[in-house]
């Protein structure tokens, strides 16, 4: 992908942690040290380059894809999701974050009536803890934040209902120059997107499906930081 450029040029091995982890080799290790600009440009070249459309999801694939749940909840039965996709808690057995207390920050390393657990201070590789959801997909919790599409908002009040980004349209840099790294519309608060699913860094409470976070702009990169793709399929039928 490295002669595919379209918007901007990427650091071919921007990741942090360089080294295998526990004899598994390196490049098993999630991506990271990498911010929104440099995610939406290797979605770009892979689309290029396969013929087929590969793209950042938006919050709302993010969570459903997180949650793994297909039938609509019953809200007049008092019916809810779950924190995580495997049930009410979660320890340093199933995913990767802090499982030790943070004072600096006041966080717990355990949630509910999970246990405290490791911190590994570092990321795992891909499918390391051998857990999926029902949708096949591993580390949806802990491990790396995965950029999300969509710009910042504060809450869900006027979003799309169709599961699509939900993109400010008066921004320039939406509308025809989404890769323009440190255009002048950086100055303000569109200039955030959303990461979603926790880190390495952090304890359980912010690894829950629902968190979702507006920690920096989109061109800061983090050994935290990472992202994960959807490729875009017509419908038939």
């Known amino acids: 992908l490295i002669d595919l450029k379209v918007n901007q040029d990427l650091d071919p091995d921007p990741s942090y942690f360089k ?34 459309e590969y793209r950042l999801p938006s919050e709302a694939q993010w969570e459903y894809a997180c949650r793994g749940v297909r039938e609509p909840l019953n809200l007049e039965a008092g019916e809810s999701y779950p924190p995580f996709h495997f049930g009410e808690t979660i320890t340093t057995d199933l ?26 201070e570092q990321t795992t590789p891909v499918g390391y803890f051998q857990v999926v959801n029902s949708f096949g997909l591993s580390d949806m919790h802990g491990n790396v934040w995965e950029w999300c599409l969509d710009d ?72 935290t930081y990472g992202f994960r793709l959807v490729c875009v399929s017509g419908r038939t039928g």
């Open 19 to 52: 080294k295998p982890y526990q004899g598994i080799d390196r490049w098993q290790r999630p991506v990271e040290n990498v911010n929104w600009y440099d995610a939406v440009e290797f979605c770009h070249r892979l689309s290029n380059l396969t013929g087929r």
């Open 152 to 223: 910042w908002h504060d809450n869900y009040e006027g979003a799309p209902t169709d599961g699509s980004a939900w993109i400010d349209d008066s921004e320039a840099e939406n509308v025809n120059g989404e890769n323009q790294l440190y255009s002048a519309n950086n100055e303000n608060k569109s200039s955030y997107s959303v990461v979603r699913g926790g880190s390495w860094y952090i304890n359980p409470y912010d690894c829950r499906s629902a968190i979702r976070i507006d920690f920096d702009r989109r061109g800061n990169r983090y050994s």
């Open 95 to 120: 995913a990767n974050y802090r499982g030790t207390d943070n004072k600096n920050f006041g966080s717990s390393g355990s949630y509910g009536t999970g246990p405290k657990g490791e911190y590994r």
